[in-house]
C-alpha cells in the first residue's frame, strides 16, 4: 500500500504565505506525476499544480504567479509554497501522487486524507 502523509495547513491572513507538504510512503518502485488538487466548500475538487518526475509543471489559471509546487524525488515528497494567500484559495488541499508499487505492473492514483487552508483576516 501507498500512503500520503500531508503536513502544513492552518490559518493565514490574507497576502501571508503557507507550506504544504506531502511524503509517500510504502511498497514503492516508483511515482511519476505529483500534484496538489483543493476542494472549497460546496464546490468539486481542483486541479492546482502538478510536476512530472522531470520537474515539468502546470498550474490552474487562479494560482499561477503565486504557488510553486516542488518534488523531492529521493525523498517522495511534493511540496506547495504558497504566497500572496487570498481569500479564495481557502480549501482542503489534497496531494495526489500516481505511483508504481513493488511487484505491480501499472500505476495507480493514490490521494492524501486533505489538510485545511482558511485565508482570512
Do not use: H
Amino acid at each position: 500500500q501507498v500512503q500520503l502523509v500531508e503536513s502544513g495547513g492552518g490559518l493565514v491572513q490574507p497576502g501571508g504565505s503557507l507550506r504544504l507538504s506531502c511524503a509517500a510512503t510504502g511498497n514503492i518502485f516508483t511515482i511519476g506525476l505529483m500534484g496538489w488538487y483543493r476542494q472549497a466548500s460546496g464546490k468539486e475538487r481542483e486541479l492546482v499544480a502538478t510536476i512530472t518526475s522531470g520537474a515539468s509543471t502546470n498550474y490552474a489559471v487562479s494560482v499561477k504567479g503565486r504557488f510553486t509546487v516542488s518534488r523531492d524525488n529521493a525523498k517522495n515528497t511534493v511540496d506547495l509554497q504558497m504566497n500572496s494567500l487570498k481569500p479564495e484559495d481557502t480549501a482542503v488541499y489534497f496531494c495526489n501522487v500516481w505511483a508504481r508499487r513493488v511487484g505491480d505492473l501499472s500505476s495507480y492514483a493514490y490521494w492524501g486524507q486533505g489538510t485545511q487552508v482558511t485565508v482570512s483576516s
